[in-house]
């Protein structure tokens, strides 16, 4: 069949943001409907090139060098094997021409670079990079934004079944030596109570190639998606109100803030009472800066509640990875009220859900893309809280849904609309994808890799893969691959030109719910186009990466991907940065940083820069005058590190608070390795490291609850007693306080008290002394094991203290006086946990050994007869713990010896000694670390408290595989 030549084949193409096909500039040919050209193409084989993606700098200079990575993918039905020509243009308008040799290039464009594009094969797609100097199109007035676009297949050497699609414009780039200032987020409260104070920040950037300084972000509340720029003469819309301005200070290019500002919440004039209105900020909005572009200095971040009342948000649901059809299973959903006020009961429907977006509450019936599974209640709410609750419900489909296709979990709060809410756009979420069916379905869960290497030499990655389907998995392949982009997919026929494979290897059968880990080694090369010197690079890896398999779902069979660094040269990270809890102002910090080369090669002496900083990050003095957000404090001088070293540098420094910091407000300190930036690493995204927890700068006491210990399980009703261990973490004595034991369902506990939340009962309440700065105390705290009048009796409760409840400690911080620790069972019967495996290490294969198991009864009930403990040798850190009826014994792990377990009493132990021999699992491959474990009532025959807690497998490997 003859292929129909386009009538612009021999005269000009232009193709817009839209990627639309026109007619020439000149006229002389006619315009075609593009929706007949796509009708008709999509009727013609062949291979079919179209850029996807085009990623490059937001601005330049007239003569820096750029680099622009475009992403040209084959939509069409056949492999292209010979090279296609890509082109970059800068043009004024959102229309660019392929050249033609019969037509002059226009002067509103001009080329800024080229680049073959070698074989894409059907339904793959390529990166390809070009560094070029920027070059503006004749007329450049010394400043100005043009678009940026590119074409691929200029020379038409491919004969594709549709020549409309080749192009894509990315959008406008700034040229010239100024500022460009946009606002990429701003974070505020869910719910505003008008004409109240509230605080929050609006992220600015400079993606400008100048400074900047002298300038203000204004914060806005809308009606209407949508942000006006203010006008000198005439009144201001009546849609838009400002809540806040504030200076930005000095913005160097390529930096960004976060702005702290405070506001007041004054709907604008159109606004109707509790109407949700739209948060939003404009940089530079009266124009006091002149910058590149103008056009990208208004932001909307959302919708945001403003009034007096609650707003029912559901934050998160969360089941099983799969599940079969009409088997029972259980949903844990969070509820919040981010609202103004007090929610009363509220029910909460679950569902199962063909599409990701669920109707919002209604009276109307619901579509038929949804499937009830459960309904229940959620309690009371105040301000700020959250309740976490379970319910069982059956795994049904909804009607319009395909046979095999996976559903999405989601939640519907208050779906009869009884409570009055400031926004009931978001009383929903299914974000959680499901398999329902009758089969497996293989995930990789993580990736890990040498954090470098040099090119060509043996790498070795350990990928973790787990089968979270509902039947037992064949063997199938994995493959682990280099690549320069930042996802992998599974792909037909060859791997594309942008990875490289590193190995694969056999994953073995796998039961439901049972994971392996396999080390894949191989040669890491660069991939062809990687964009040179310190190449972005990532090792990822997929399993079953033909789709030989039929799963519950395909979606789930690439890894996460992990960085690597390919080449010869150091890499300096801050392996650990340590910080106290609390310094005096003016006065000294005391740190520990430890700094390591991961780098292929030795390292010169180098600098560290230690940051004060109200965020936690920090930018190095050599991109631009520092931000008021942060204050260098020290630097540690580092001297010459060989290959794979690391060295401890104590370091105390004056504690000197950043421009922008509040009073009382908490500070990061940051580490930034080679903070001059004097060195050539081979990665340059892990110089960056924050120590753990904030620092408060005052004088003043912190009392915060470092753990809360008790019993694991306890009946209704029965005494407990909580020992509460509280700290004085700040730099001046704290008075006399009290502690409160509370039981929770919830994993955190409110620091907004009184009155006690719903969701909290509280165990009792004792008083404390005067506590120095530094010290610690642990006091019981007993009480009754009462559940919370809104518990879930299935679910279990958490252990939790709340200090200085009635806050008559004036602290230097309040919001860390709460601590929510282990899981409290209420019920009665036995509890049968592994507290220990003990045996010897690096022990060759067969060799005889003898393992120290010690079982106890933390039940509240005793435990009569025998149960079977088993000894096992596994590939992983954690065993395998069966279902019911099924056996234990798989690839992965293999029984060694076995013992009965017998009567224990409440509280009661027992040491069992058991001889077995190294044997190596099937699924082992060499070098493989072999793991010891032990895993009590395999069979589930005994009925206990918890059936998630029978097994534990030493920490460290006692052999390896041969």
């Known amino acids: 069949m003859s292929r129909r030549t386009p009538p612009w084949r021999h005269s000009c193409l232009f193709i817009t943001g839209a990627l639309a096909l026109t007619g020439c500039t ?26 996807t993606e085009l990623r490059a700098p937001d601005s330049a200079t007239p003569g820096q060098p750029i680099t622009v990575t475009a992403k040209v993918c084959n939509v069409g039905d056949q492999n292209i094997y010979g090279n296609s020509l890509l082109q970059v243009y800068l043009s004024t308008t959102p229309t660019q021409q392929v050249p033609s040799g019969a037509v002059p290039p226009p002067t509103a464009q001009l080329t800024q670079g080229q680049t073959d594009v070698s074989a894409v094969y059907a339904g793959q797609c390529v990166t390809r990079s070009l560094t070029f100097p920027v070059s503006p199109p004749a007329g450049f007035p010394g400043n100005a934004a043009y678009y940026l676009g590119a074409i691929v297949d200029t020379q038409k050497t491919v004969s594709e079944s549709d020549e409309t699609n080749n192009g894509f414009v990315r959008g406008l780039m700034g040229v010239g030596y100024q500022p460009d200032l946009v606002v990429t987020r701003v974070d505020a409260p869910a719910s505003l109570t008008p004409g109240q104070p509230f605080t929050a920040s609006a992220t600015v950037c400079n993606v400008g190639t100048e400074t900047t300084s002298g300038s203000a972000v204004e914060v806005y509340l809308s009606t209407v998606n949508g942000l006006t720029m203010p006008a000198s003469s005439g009144p201001p819309p009546t849609t838009q109100s400002v809540v806040a301005a504030v200076p930005l200070g000095t913005l160097a290019a390529g930096q960004c803030r976060a702005i702290p500002f405070s506001g007041s919440a004054y709907p604008p004039p159109a606004a109707m009472p509790n109407q949700p209105l739209y948060l939003g900020a404009i940089a530079d909005a009266w124009k006091n800066t002149a910058e590149l572009r103008e056009d990208n200095n208004a932001f909307v971040q959302g919708l945001v509640g403003v009034g007096n009342a609650p707003d029912l948000t559901v934050r998160s649901v969360t089941g099983p990875a799969s599940v079969r059809q009409g088997d029972p299973f259980t949903a844990t959903v969070t509820v919040c009220n981010t609202g103004t006020a007090s929610a009363n009961p509220a029910d909460i429907n679950v569902v199962l859900s063909s599409v990701p977006s669920l109707a919002a509450p209604a009276p109307a019936p619901r579509p038929t893309t949804e499937a009830p599974v459960a309904t229940f209640s959620a309690p009371p709410l105040a301000v700020g809280q959250c309740a976490t609750r379970t319910a069982q419900g059956f795994a049904n489909r909804p009607p319009s849904s395909p046979y095999d296709a996976p559903l999405y979990l989601g939640a519907i709060v208050d779906l009869p609309r009884t409570v009055q809410e400031l926004r ?3 009383n929903t979420r299914a974000d959680t994808l499901m398999g329902v069916g009758v089969r497996p379905d293989l995930t990789v869960v993580s990736v890990s890799v040498p954090a470098n290497a040099q090119p060509g030499q043996p790498v070795t990655a350990t990928a973790k893969v787990c089968n979270v389907g509902t039947v037992r998995s064949p063997d199938v392949p994995l493959e682990v691959y280099v690549t320069n982009e930042p996802s992998l997919s599974v792909v ?10 590193l190995g694969s290897l056999g994953v073995p059968a796998l039961e439901p719910r049972e994971c392996v880990t396999r080390l894949v080694s191989g040669y890491a090369n660069v991939p062809a186009g990687t964009v040179m010197p310190n190449p972005e690079l990532y090792v990822g890896a997929i399993v079953d990466p033909m789709a030989s398999l039929q799963e519950l ?30 310094i005096q102002p003016g006065g000294s910090l005391w740190t520990d940083v430890n700094i390591c080369n991961d780098g292929t090669q030795s390292a010169p002496p180098s600098t560290v820069g230690l940051f004060l900083s109200t965020t936690p990050t920090a930018v190095p003095p050599t991109q ?97 007693t909580l020992n509460v261990t509280v700290c004085n973490v700040g730099t001046a004595s704290a008075g006399p306080s009290q502690v409160m034991g509370v039981l929770t369902p919830e994993e955190t506990l409110s620091s907004q008290f009184p009155p006690v939340a719903p969701s909290e009962a509280p165990v009792g309440m004792v008083s404390l002394p005067p506590l120095p700065t530094g010290q610690c105390m642990t006091v019981p705290v007993s009480g009754s094991t009462y559940p919370p009048p809104y518990a879930d009796p299935a679910s279990p409760l958490f252990l939790g203290a709340r200090v200085d409840a009635s806050n008559q400690v004036v602290e230097l911080r309040e919001d ?11 019920g009665s019967g036995p509890d049968l946990v592994i507290r ?43 065993l395998f713990t069966p279902a019911q009826g099924q056996f234990p014994y798989t690839q992965v792990q293999v029984p060694v010896r076995g013992a009965m377990v017998p009567a224990l009493s409440v509280g009661q132990c027992v040491t069992l000694s058991l001889e077995g021999a190294v044997i190596r699992p099937s699924a082992a491959t060499t070098g493989q670390p072999l793991y010891v474990g032990a895993l009590v009532d395999a069979p589930n025959s005994l009925m206990e408290l918890r059936e998630d807690n029978n097994a534990l497998t030493r920490a460290s490997p006692i052999s390896q595989a041969q």
């Open 424 to 426: 009931e756009d978001n």
């Open 553 to 582: 779902r395909e979606d789930n069979n690439v890894s996460p991907l992990a960085r690597i660094g390919l080449g010869y040269g150091p890499d300096l990270v801050v392996r650990t940065l340590t910080a106290p809890a609390s």
């Open 26 to 51: 000149d006229g002389s040919v006619q315009e075609e409907a593009p929706a007949l050209q796509q009708q008709a193409s999509a009727l013609v084989p062949g291979p079919d090139l179209r850029i």
């Open 816 to 826: 860390n006086n709460t601590r929510v620790t282990s899981k409290l069972v209420t």
């Open 492 to 501: 037909a026929g060859p791997p594309p030109m942008s990875r490289l494979p």
């Open 836 to 878: 220990s495996v003990t045996a010897p290490a690096a022990l060759p294969q067969n060799a005889s050994f003898t393992a120290q198991v010690q079982v106890c009864n933390e039940g509240n009930v005793a435990m009569y007869g025998s149960v079977p403990l088993d000894l096992f040798i596994s590939t992983e850190t954690s």
């Open 624 to 720: 631009g005058p520092p931000p008021p957000s942060q204050m260098q404090v020290g630097t540690v001088e580092v001297g010459s590190l060989p290959a794979g070293a690391c060295v401890l540098y104590p370091k105390t420094v004056y504690a000197a608070v950043p421009p922008e910091a509040r009073p009382a407000q908490p500070l990061y300190l940051v580490a930034l390795a080679d903070v001059n930036q004097q060195q050539v690493e081979l990665r340059e995204d892990n110089n960056l490291r924050v120590a753990e927890g904030p620092v408060s700068v005052g004088n003043g006491p912190d009392l915060v609850v470092k753990d809360v210990s008790g019993p694991s399980s306890a009946t209704p009703g029965s005494p407990i």
